[in-house]
């Protein structure tokens, strides 16, 4: 069915706000989440409460969640609306600006920053086919369906890296904008690290390229699921590991958050950032976290089916709903993959900035190449 | 073509790893540390003045602000010392507690020591173990003397009181619990590729540096001195307890880490043996009503967590309170050796100097 | 070895088991449930759930009065001595029916007691305490210094602060938080 201009362009319309939709509640979630995960492990509770007291609408608010907290699981969610203060607190904060700053980068940054994030998600195959179908009452698009996924590029992967890769742009200029020493050293710890560690980590994602001989996201995430021989495990398991290792450090995320690390640079790149300026560094830092997440269960744990690095392949169709691709399994990787990112950060100490550009260099990069060969082979015994 | 222009940073005095209210002037070549200069003083409260116009049993409560997570060290050189310049002998019984919450308190110093260092290294989740423990240890100093961190544990002469009942209990139950808990840190510090790579050959400084520089406790003997006072010039009841000094020869913050972990198992066993014989009696030897000094001098070093915490006290006839005092405190003279560790190496290993240097900015302004 | 040791990553494997376990014991165990005594999660939710203080835990002061309800200070200046800070002062004064001295005014200063019980300890007649209470913040210096007349009383009993000076009530428990 063709559809006509108007159709198409609402239909994108409404795939865009909706994945928009999802950013913004995972994301928050996510902050939340960072607080409760870490606390468990921590042996605390995290967030339990918010401010206000026991009067008023916050005291209600306390008081369910302190009845919440009597039953195991459910008291994991305590504490929950302070993601919605975060929000409050992060847009009505006063927007300073140092009385030096470069004013425009300084604006420019965080946006720089934050619109590849978004704009990745253009790409990404949330399912490999039709979501569903608008009933025929609505205007416009009704009786259309609704894919999973925003376009279906061509050469997708390579729009992701390339998007991807700007994103550092925002935080060295924001960095040097911001005219201050701290947030320097931040910055160019960053443009060092993601320039080493952008090596390795498309090296690593080559592999796949290889084995599937395509660079489109839904043909790669559905064959790399299902059309694989079983050598290709290999390829696939190494290369799992050495993308999300990478993909910590592009995210600047424990253990390669050196960028800000705390205990040296107060903050790192965004100290002189406030209110939502620095909300929009957060909000791509995070952002980029759920695209290193999609990617990574997208090529390596088998996006959207039941069984990860091509073991899909070995499941009957006699297991009927898991031998089918689902949006589910694809989310519940994702959220599996966040929450490793947040139990890593929990567990693991920093890297020295000269190590850890010693360690993309002399480890990552031969390893991806290595894994990249043994792709290359499987690819041509198959 | 291009000028080579050196970039001056303030560590501190207000940044998440200075301890306190350090501040580190840094001159950086990129992130190379060109040259290193810490500034003290931001805590400067003339505790050593204070103490020579207060009288000898008052004096106390200054040195539980000096070195404020290890006041039970404090207070235990301030009474011996003022018991030696009086001629004063204390009861077996009143040794053996004070040795008891004494090493409970190193135990205590250097959690949080770890707990900082592991932060500052970017591991944050040892912080909370670590406290889980202390915060057991300040417990049992609660149920002594009432307070969990300024303590004012000891009286010239020996103990206010005898220990609480359920004392010993409390006590043992930490010491069951405690070795296991070693282990945890162990398993997230010790063999973890990270720690290694950022302790490993970090912050050197040589036995000889040291020596000269009067570097002393854990710095020293993991640069392979067994230089600890407790065996050198035993006081307490130390010469009673068997224990061993723990020292390595690597002089790196990694080597420091581990003779650290060692302490903190060799004060569990003091502890221990200070449980199992602890002799009944007196706690509080006979005191004249009022304390008066005679003409003396004297010099009273002990093993504070941090290193040798010497008091100097001179008194004059019939004196109510110190005619002189001076505290040779570990922190401040150990923080002499952070230019010499720091300089040429990068701005993430001034972080980890600090951390492993454990100095208590209390201690080194006074 | 070393080769593989750095390809298998056992170590951090061994930190992430560690606080995997913690995470998963905090997770499925309910809050206020007593798990192993280590695996417990610490978090005291303090103002719901009440901090348990030692018996010789050291509060605010407080003063004593005998069994016919009269004040056992009897002047004899000893904590005012004592204290390290001098934070106590006492004004003397003679009261009819009484032999001994009765203080007309005993000022403390609470904002600058260190809380070292040395006044405790200095006094004979067993006329004050440290009480048990640590909620000592108030938002005006004036709220400290409970020694000013007509409020005097309100050093028999634990006393909120922030409010003692107001109140002069005697029996008057104000609520607390």
């Known amino acids: 069915m063709q559809m006509t201009l108007t159709q198409t362009l609402v239909m994108a319309l409404i795939q865009i706000v909706a994945v928009l939709a999802f950013i913004f509640v995972v994301v928050p979630m996510l902050t939340f989440a960072e607080r409760k995960v870490i606390g468990y492990v921590q042996v605390r509770l995290g967030a339990t409460r918010i401010a206000g007291g026991r009067k008023g609408l916050t005291g209600a608010v306390n008081k369910i969640m302190w009845w919440m907290g009597h039953f195991p699981v459910i008291s994991f969610f305590r504490g929950l609306p302070t993601f919605m203060a975060d929000g409050i607190k992060l847009v009505t904060k006063e927007d300073i600006m140092p009385a030096k700053a470069d004013k425009f980068v300084f604006w420019l940054a ?72 701290y947030p320097l050293l931040g910055g160019l710890r960053s443009a060092a690290q993601v320039i080493s560690y952008e090596v390795p980590l498309t090296l690593s994602l080559l592999a796949p390229v290889i084995l599937t001989g395509s660079l489109n996201f839904k ?118 993959l966040l929450f490793v990112f947040l139990w890593v950060r929990a567990t693991l100490p920093r890297y020295r900035y000269d190590q850890l550009m010693s360690v993309g260099w002399k480890y990552f990069i031969p390893l991806t190449l290595v894994n990249l060969f043994i792709a290359g082979l499987v690819r041509f015994m198959a | ?107 205590s110093s250097h959690l949080l020591w770890l707990g900082t260092h592991a932060m500052d290294i970017g591991a944050m989740t040892v ?52 070795l296991p808990c070693i282990d945890e840190y162990e398993d997230l510090l010790t063999e973890n590729r990270i720690w290694k790579k950022r302790t490993i050959g970090v912050a050197p400084i040589s036995a000889e540096e040291c020596l000269a520089m009067g570097v002393t406790g854990p710095v020293l003997r993991a640069a392979g001195v067994p230089y600890d006072i407790r065996k050198a010039f035993p006081y307490a009841a130390y010469d009673e307890m068997q224990f061993e000094v723990p020292t390595r020869m690597e ?79 570990p922190s401040f003279v150990n923080l002499q050796a952070l230019p010499k560790m720091t300089e040429g190496k990068l701005l993430a290993d001034v972080i980890a100097a600090i951390g492993t240097l454990d100095v208590v900015l209390g201690e080194v302004d006074r | 070895m070393s080769i593989l040791s750095t390809l298998f990553p056992y170590d951090i494997y061994k930190g992430l088991k560690l606080t995997g376990r913690y995470f998963g014991r905090n997770f499925f165990s309910a809050n206020r449930k007593k798990v192993r005594a280590n695996l417990k999660h610490i978090t ?83 006329s004050i305490i440290l009480n048990h209470q640590f909620e000592l913040a108030a938002y005006n210096r004036e709220d400290f210094s409970h020694g000013t007349e007509g409020v005097f009383q309100n050093m028999f009993k634990p006393t909120p602060v922030g409010t003692f000076s107001v109140s002069a009530d005697d029996d008057g428990n104000a609520p607390h938080y």
């Open chain 2, 127 to 178: 912080f909370l173990y670590a406290f889980r423990e202390r915060e057991e240890i300040l417990d049992v100093f609660e149920s002594f003397c009432g307070a969990r961190l300024t303590t004012t544990a000891f009286r010239i002469g020996g103990l206010r009181d005898d220990v609480p009942p359920g004392f010993e209990a409390k006590v043992q139950a930490f010491l069951d619990r405690f």
């Open chain 2, 251 to 329: 002089a790196d913050t990694y080597a420091r880490y581990l003779v650290r972990l060692e302490e903190m198992r060799q004060s569990h066993r003091i502890v221990q043996q200070c449980l199992d014989g602890m002799p009944e009696g007196a706690v509080m030897a006979k005191l004249p009503k009022i304390l008066k000094s005679e003409v003396a001098e004297v010099y009273h070093p002990i093993e504070a967590p941090k290193g040798e915490l010497g008091y100097y006290l001179v008194g004059e006839k019939g004196g109510l309170n110190p005619y002189r005092f001076h505290v040779r405190g």
């Open chain 1, 219 to 336: 043909t790669m995430s559905v064959e790399l699921a299902t059309g694989m021989s079983p050598w290709a495990i290999l390829p696939l398991f190494i290369g799992f590991f050495a993308y999300i290792t990478c993909g910590f450090a592009e995210t600047n995320r424990v253990p390669f958050d050196l960028a800000e690390a705390e205990s040296e640079l107060v903050s790192g790149f965004h100290t002189e950032y406030t209110g939502m300026k620095f909300g929009w560094f957060f909000l791509s830092e995070y952002t980029n976290m759920i695209v290193v997440s999609a990617l990574a269960s997208a090529f390596f744990l088998g996006g959207h089916y039941f069984l990860p690095f091509g073991f899909q392949q070995f499941v009957p169709a006699s297991w009927g709903w898991f031998a089918q691709p689902h949006l589910i399994f694809f989310l519940l990787k994702v959220f599996f």
């Open chain 2, 1 to 107: 073509m291009f000028k080579n222009e050196e970039l001056e940073i303030n560590l501190g005095p207000q940044h998440p790893s200075t301890h306190g209210v350090l501040r580190v002037k840094l001159r950086l070549d990129g992130e190379t540390v060109r040259h290193c200069y810490p500034v003290i003083g931001y805590l400067h409260r003339g505790v050593e003045k204070i103490c020579e116009n207060k009288t000898f049993f008052q004096g106390q409560v200054w040195t539980d602000r000096m070195d404020y997570v290890a006041a039970v060290s404090n207070n235990l050189g301030w009474a011996e010392a003022i018991e030696k310049l009086m001629g004063i002998s204390v009861p077996r019984r009143a040794k053996y507690i004070r040795t008891l919450l004494t090493e409970l308190n190193r135990i």
């Open chain 3, 44 to 126: 005291v939710e303090y103002p719901e759930v009440p901090v348990h203080l030692a018996p010789r835990f050291r509060g605010r002061l407080q003063m004593l009065r005998d069994e016919q309800g009269e004040i056992k200070c009897i002047c004899c200046l000893a904590c005012e001595r004592i204290c390290p800070t001098q934070v106590i002062t006492i004004e003397k004064d003679k009261k009819e029916g009484r032999k001994l001295p009765f203080p007309k005014r005993y000022t403390f200063e609470m904002e600058r007691c260190i809380f070292c019980e040395f006044c405790v300890e200095a006094c004979a007649y067993d």
């Open chain 1, 110 to 181: 965080p946006i720089l920053c934050m619109v590849p994030a978004f704009a990745v998600f253009a790409a990404i195959t949330f399912y490999p086919g039709v979501l569903g179908v608008f009933p025929t009452w609505v205007p416009i698009v009704g009786g259309l369906p609704v894919d999973g996924y925003i376009t279906d590029i061509n050469v997708g992967l390579l729009y992701i890296l390339g998007l991807a890769s700007v994103g550092v742009y925002g935080i060295v200029l924001g960095a040097w904008a911001s005219n201050s020493k």
